[in-house]
Antibody, heavy 118, light 113 residues
Framework: EVQLVESGGGLVQPGGSLRLSCAASGFTFNRYWMDWVRHAPGKGLEWVAN????????WYVESVKGRFTISRDNGKNSLYLQMNSLRAEDTAFYYC???????????WGQGTLVTVSS | DVVMTQSPLSLPVTLGQPASISCRSSQSLVHSDGNTYLNWFQQRPGQSPRRLIYKVSNRDSGVPDRFSGSGSGTDFTLRITRVEAEDVAVYYC??????????FGQGTKLEIK
């Protein structure tokens, strides 16, 4: 059974940093692209970033470029999102999703809440 | 960026009645490989999104056959033949043909009348 479990969310002040993690199991992690998608309160879903199978390629939505970094450790079956210079508008549930590219985000984690507030 | 426009944004439906959600894209979603990467998701209250339909019309395993997807080019539809109480959710379309970024529709909130 495919499982994606996010962690690392919490309350952070504007300008602060957080590192989200996503632990994957039930599939061969190093064979899939992986994505982060967020859902801000009262808003729709927004794709944030993705990376290819070996982590050599990374893409970001414009609003997080230069502030967020996606990475993965295939030895640990884990995906990460380093978030720096956080803003109030980054407040959202952050979901780890499997392969939004070729497989249309076929599995999602339960999400982790990031709140940016003073 | 490809803009995805859903309608309606709010959909009150009587139990047992059909429902239909439209999703239009600002550009054709036909990929150079011939596929159309248009997907539908259901997000029930307090839950993560769940994929229902991929590549326009392919239903995911475990999704009731009352759900169906159709369309082509820039115009797509999600249909529910007979709405049940468990279908109360927000439904999103998403394109993965022209990226980055992948883009979602605004979401359609289905509620029971």
């Amino acid at each position: 059974e495919v499982q994606l479990v996010e962690s690392g969310g919490g309350l952070v002040q504007p300008g602060g940093s957080l590192r989200l993690s996503c632990a994957a199991s039930g599939f061969t992690f190093n064979r899939y692209w992986m994505d982060w998608v967020r859902h801000a309160p009262g808003k729709g879903l927004e794709w944030v970033a993705n990376t290819n199978e070996d982590g050599s390629k990374k893409w970001y939505v414009e609003s997080v470029k230069g502030r967020f970094t996606i990475s993965r450790d295939n030895g640990k079956n884990s995906l990460y999102l380093q978030m720096n210079s956080l803003r109030a508008e980054d407040t959202a549930f952050y979901y780890c999703a499997r392969d939004c590219n070729w497989r249309g985000c076929d599995y999602w984690g339960q999400g982790t809440l990031v709140t940016v507030s003073s | 960026d490809v803009v995805m426009t859903q309608s309606p944004l709010s959909l009150p439906v009587t139990l047992g009645q059909p429902a239909s959600i439209s999703c239009r894209s600002s550009q054709s979603l036909v990929h150079s490989d011939g596929n159309t990467y248009l997907n539908w998701f259901q997000q029930r209250p307090g839950q993560s999104p769940r994929r229902l339909i991929y590549k326009v019309s392919n239903r995911d395993s475990g999704v009731p056959d009352r759900f169906s997807g159709s369309g082509s080019g820039t115009d797509f539809t999600l249909r529910i033949t007979r709405v049940e109480a468990e279908d109360v959710a927000v439904y999103y379309c998403m394109q993965a043909t022209q990226w980055p970024p992948y883009t979602f529709g605004q979401g359609t909130k289905l509620e029971i009348k």
